[in-house]
């Protein structure tokens, strides 16, 4: 936690990248989780918010897929996509002791609001895609 601090003070994140407010992030950084350019990098480098189970949030980004029906992630810190709080049992009924109706229902709600929109699919290949993700 202290050289965390130090490292903070002199700029950087946790891997020696520069952390740079204001300035949009580095691509790079993102998507692969380190940066070739080191210090010299005009970026910035901010520190990933993580979940309960180490995975990245990236408010914003589509759920990450194989998380939502597994709750693990081959990926790790280099996902692109969000892993949302809720699917550390992967999230499916069967997991979860839940009824499968509910569970559906539930899924198709989170998916929508994380998309931006609020209404479930309407089209039965919509509604039987979000049944293939449930089983």
Do not use: I
């Amino acid at each position: 936690a202290a050289e965390r601090q130090a490292l903070r003070a002199q700029g950087l994140n946790s891997k020696k990248l520069p952390l740079r407010p204001g300035v949009p992030p580095c691509g790079y950084f993102m998507r692969k989780g380190e940066c070739k350019y080191g210090k010299a990098c005009k970026w910035d480098h901010p520190e990933a918010c993580m979940n309960s189970k180490g995975y990245p949030k990236r408010p914003g980004e589509q759920p990450c897929a194989f998380y939502t029906r597994t709750g693990v992630c081959k990926f790790g810190l280099t996902c692109k996509f969000d892993h949302p709080e809720g699917y550390e049992n992967g999230g499916t009924a069967a997991a979860t002791g839940e009824d499968p109706a509910a569970a559906l229902q539930a899924l198709t709600q989170a998916l929508a609001q994380s998309a931006g929109g609020g209404a479930p699919p309407t089209t039965a290949a919509e509604q039987d895609a979000q049944q293939q993700l449930v089983v």
